[in-house]
């Protein structure tokens, strides 16, 4: 037992103590917390540990994640968990979005790197469970690239090259990749390669969707190892999408288009379990018979919170785990005072924070990904994305997706 709280408090209660916590369960999983209703009138009725019980979650494994959550609160973040600093004197910005599970890791060695340096750096670095309106409406109104921050760190094609958003800078010559030689031999190989030819934008690392697969509910199917099997129709109405993480869904939207056509987002469209509302799931106990999905799609990090001999099974697709890519954009004009920060942001010691013991594959060289061989990803590729209108095509996809036809 931890001295913040008993496992077996009510979620509403250990939530409302220490508010930093909504982030971390919602990136696990407990989206509906972010709802203030909805925490209160379902965090009330269950306990932490039957919450986290009710998704196969380890429990002591995550227990640890939340303590570490509060420990680091007061020091890295402020209550719109928000870190950021302003001076008009300073020399480089930078603003970004930050993997939940690893963000306050990073703002701790981030904040250090900031005091060691002998010049200002604005910075506003946001949860990526905040959701990017600043950094959307920063591009969205920059008439200019000197009404652009120097660096932008965050996952998200639609952000980095929709025409609307950063796409509309993209021929201009604003940004660079100073990044020399191969990238991590796992994301640089004759099958894949982050390396961005035209060498405009850097990659940091990766965030992998895989499937979950509960064996109990799967029936006679037989168990899906690709991407290709969940188009199938004996998956429709089966399987969880993270549809509200945008960066993830677009992702997987794009990763599905370019690699098997429209069809296949639209089969993908037809597996979407028809969830119920989850005031009814309360009610109904939370039997598996009620809407649990065969197939969840999620971020491989949270792979390692499923308890072992359970009833779901981690797959990692034999097409490749489709990924959400860290994008790291560089304005050129303003690169020499921004290098020291670059070279921060592409280190080993940056890595091994954001690669999350392997959960987060980086493309530093020197950085373990903890792969095996058959492990690969899938994902447009830098030939597609240059060549087409990204938002054009996020947009359809997603009309595809949920059946709303032309």
């Known amino acids: 037992m931890n001295k913040y709280f008993d496992i077996k408090d009510k979620v ?22 972010k709802n203030d209703m909805m925490r209160k009138s379902m965090g009330k009725l269950l306990s932490l ?3 986290l019980k009710s998704k196969n979650i380890n429990v002591e494994v995550f227990e640890k994640q939340l303590v570490e959550a509060i420990e680091r609160k007061t020091v890295m973040s402020d209550n719109n968990g928000i870190v950021r600093n302003q001076d008009e004197n300073a020399k480089t910005s930078i603003k970004g979005i930050l993997p939940c599970p690893v963000r306050m890791q990073f703002i701790e060695k981030f904040e250090k790197f900031v005091e060691s340096q002998d010049y200002e750096i604005n910075y506003n670095l946001n949860a990526a469970s905040m959701g990017m309106e600043v950094i959307e409406e920063e591009i969205r109104n920059a008439k200019t690239e000197d009404d652009l921050s120097d660096v932008y760190m965050s996952a998200g094609f639609n952000l980095f090259f929709d025409k609307k958003l950063m796409g509309k800078f993209r021929d201009k010559g604003v940004f ?11 994301l640089d190989n004759g099958m894949i390669s982050l390396k961005d030819p035209k060498g405009e934008y850097s990659i940091i690392g990766v965030v992998p969707a895989i499937f979950i697969v509960n064996k109990d509910v799967l029936g006679d199917r037989s168990l899906p190892t690709s991407w290709e099997d969940l188009f199938k129709p004996e998956f429709e109405n089966s399987i969880a999408l993270p549809t509200s993480d945008l960066d993830m869904f677009n992702a997987i939207m794009l990763g599905i288009y370019s690699n098997y056509g429209r069809k296949a987002v639209e089969a993908l469209g ?21 809407n649990t999905p065969v197939v969840s799609i999620m971020p491989y990090f949270f792979s390692k919170t499923i308890k072992e001999n359970s009833n779901l099974t981690v797959v990692w697709p034999k097409d490749g785990a489709i990924i959400s890519p860290v994008f790291l954009l560089t304005r050129k004009k303003n690169y020499e005072n921004s290098e020291p920060l670059i070279d921060f942001l592409l280190s080993k010691e940056v890595a091994d924070i954001l ?3 392997g959960k987060f594959p980086q493309t530093n060289p020197e950085y373990d990904n903890k792969l095996a061989e058959d492990q690969n990803f899938l994902w447009a590729g830098w030939e597609f994305i240059h060549s087409n209108d990204i938002g054009e095509i996020l947009s359809n996809t997603e009309k595809w997706f949920y059946g709303q036809t032309e």
């Open 49 to 51: 540990e039957t919450a």
């Open 270 to 290: 037809r597996g979407l379990l028809k969830s119920m509302h989850p005031a009814q799931m309360v009610k109904t106990g939370g039997r598996k018979d009620f």
């Open 176 to 186: 660079v990749d100073y990044r020399q030689g191969k990238l991590n031999k796992s």
């Open 12 to 33: 509403y209660d250990v939530t409302e103590k220490y508010p930093e916590l909504i982030e971390v369960l919602a990136g696990a999983g407990f989206e509906n917390l």
């Open 355 to 357: 690669g999350a013991d």
